[in-house]
Nanobody, 117 residues
């Protein structure tokens, strides 16, 4: 089992920045992926950003160039730096962890990001 603890959400004005953190603990294996998804009510959960333990990175189309994901593998922690935030970025952000060997997914409880116009 893997436990995920998110932090860093909140309220910010449009154009501002926030940084999310996600710390993983438990049965952490070398080959894994960590990142964030977000979900607007009534829509499917969408990829925000993901980064593997080998360094492969992928971003959702709507956040490319504005958001940056990084990882501290020694601390099993991922960070999401969100710049130039827009009101349409407002939603709940969920930390995601995948054990790439066992192909098991884990989800955090979510953290609210609200961007005011």
């Amino acid at each position: 089992q893997v436990q995920l603890v998110e932090s860093g959400g909140g309220l910010v004005q449009a154009g501002g920045s926030l940084r999310l953190s996600c710390a993983a603990s438990g049965s952490i294996f070398n080959r894994n992926a960590m990142g964030w998804y977000r979900q607007v009510p009534g829509k499917d959960r969408e990829l925000v950003a993901i980064k593997t333990s080998e360094g492969f990175t992928n971003y959702g189309v709507s956040v490319k160039g504005r958001f940056t994901i990084s990882r501290d593998n020694a601390e099993n922690t991922a960070y999401l730096q969100m710049n130039s935030l827009k009101p349409e970025d407002t939603t709940v952000y969920y930390c995601y962890y995948q054990d790439m060997v066992a192909k098991v997914d884990y989800w955090g409880k979510g953290t609210q990001v609200t961007v005011s116009s």
